[in-house]
C-alpha cells in the first residue's frame, strides 16, 4: 500500500523538480502483518524543506517515552513535479 500527499496547493513551487521523503517500515516490523508492505511519500517544494522536514522526523520527540526512537525507516526522493504542481511560491 503506497500513500502520497499529492496535494497540489501544499507544495507551491514552480520548478520543474519536488523533493521528497519515502517512509517505510523495518522489515522485521510486527506492525507489518497487520498493514502489508506500507509506504508512505511526503513531498516538498525545495530539497532544504525536506532535508529541514527529515531532521524533525528522525528526532527523539517530546512526547516519546525516554530512548524511544523513530521505526521508520526515511529514503530522500526527488522526481519530476507532477501535474497540478503549478503555484509559484
Known amino acids: 500500500m503506497s ?7 501544499r507544495i507551491q513551487s514552480a520548478a ?5 521523503i519515502r517512509m517505510t517500515l523495518p522489515a522485521d516490523d510486527p506492525l507489518i ?3 502489508g508492505e506500507a509506504e508512505m511519500y511526503r ?3 525545495t530539497a532544504a524543506e525536506r532535508d529541514a522536514a527529515l531532521e524533525e522526523m528522525r528526532r527523539e520527540h517530546e512526547y516519546s517515552r ?3 526512537l523513530p521505526q521508520l525507516n526515511y ?3 526527488e522526481r519530476d513535479r507532477p501535474a497540478g504542481y ?3 511560491p
Do not use: F
Not at 16 to 20: H, L, N, T
Open 86 to 88: 503549478t503555484r509559484a
Open 33 to 35: 502483518a497487520l498493514v
Open 3 to 9: 500513500t502520497e500527499n499529492t496535494d497540489p496547493g
Open 75 to 77: 529514503t530522500k526522493v
Open 43 to 45: 513531498w516538498y517544494a
Open 16 to 20: 520543474a523538480r519536488v523533493y521528497g
Open 66 to 68: 525516554i530512548g524511544d
